[in-house]
């Protein structure tokens, strides 16, 4: 076992403090929150991510990413538990189904790392939500019998924690359902574990060919030479698509030349970045939060210099479950209050909070 087998990184992941602070110089409020923090949503760093933090500059994108700060035990009166309702719409254990033609299935609750500003960290990282393999045939028996389901997103967690073995299964299982038109996977590895992206993982997805692959990139300094490696072999081994999403974040990616060099980076890497994500209304994200006056300004810059290739929709999922809106600058009608009112080319007006 070593520094590139994905399993030797998942077991030697960082969770305590101390280990961190063997490399890390914390702030004294960092060092004073984090054990609060952890005890709400836990701690988990893979070697190969952690050494990308900046030991001494506690402005580091990654670091801001991943250690657990004061704010996180804050919750401000907009923000939820499960901010997007998902347990609202869910018909078997691990199911989202809230629009008639795509469902989320949740097969893992564990991730290599575990993001601050995660959506999900109601859930995430306990292993008994997990579904096991008897809710797993429950599941794949809701797809079968609802034939308006074009589209299953496979999500977590994180889905490339299963064995190649699962994956194999679950995905032989989906494929074999007539009008299952495509499946889509979600996951961080890519960014946060780019070893597990094998050539054995690579060669199964390349059986269930066309596979769209949904990767989480931030940051360029995300952008190294294992992830550049990852995703050839995805592309060249498991012949999938690969899409990035981004979650506008202060003082990690608010700013027009971070953003301007991740995406060129993603485009040369052979990822089409897909979403830059107004950040979830998730309880403990305010630091996080970017208002949507500066995403809109930062997009306006965006598409006024770069080629179109580069350029993510931006958009928000409406807290409460009522989907995802483009927050495009072409709709912007008014900001009221702490609300901004926008009107798409159907006329359909909605109104986003901050
Ligand atoms: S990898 Fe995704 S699901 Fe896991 S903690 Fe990060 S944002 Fe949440």
Known sequence: ???????????????????????????????????????????????????????????????????????????????????????????????????????????????????????????????????????????????????????????????FTLSDANIDYLLGKLKSIEHINHVRIHTRHPVTLPMRITESLCEILGKYFPMYLVTHFNHPKELTEEARLAVERLVKIGHVSVHNQTVLLRGVNDDLNVLSELNYKLIKFGIKPYYLHQCDEVFGSSEFVVPIEEGIRLMFALRGRHSGLTIPNYVKDLTGGGGKVLLSPDYLLEKKGTSYIFQNYNGDRYEVRH
């Open 1 to 159: 076992m070593s520094w590139d087998d994905w399993k030797w990184q998942l077991q030697n992941r960082i969770t305590e403090l101390a280990t961190v602070q063997k490399s890390i110089e914390l702030t004294p409020e960092e060092e004073a929150s984090f054990t609060a923090a952890q005890d709400r949503f836990s701690f988990s760093v893979t070697p190969y991510y952690f050494q990308l933090i900046d030991p001494k500059n506690p402005f580091c994108p990654i670091r801001k990413q991943v250690i657990p700060r004061a704010g996180e035990l804050i919750q401000q009166p907009n923000e939820k538990e499960d901010p997007l309702a998902e347990q609202k719409f869910m018909p078997v254990k691990g199911v989202t189904h809230r629009y008639p033609d795509r469902a989320i299935w949740y097969i893992s609750h564990v991730c290599a790392v575990y993001c601050r500003f995660c959506t999900r960290k109601r859930k995430v990282s306990s292993p008994e939500e997990t579904p096991n393999r008897k809710e797993w045939e429950e599941a794949l028996n809701y797809f079968k019998t609802h034939k308006e389901i074009k589209e299953v997103i496979l999500s977590g967690g994180d889905p």
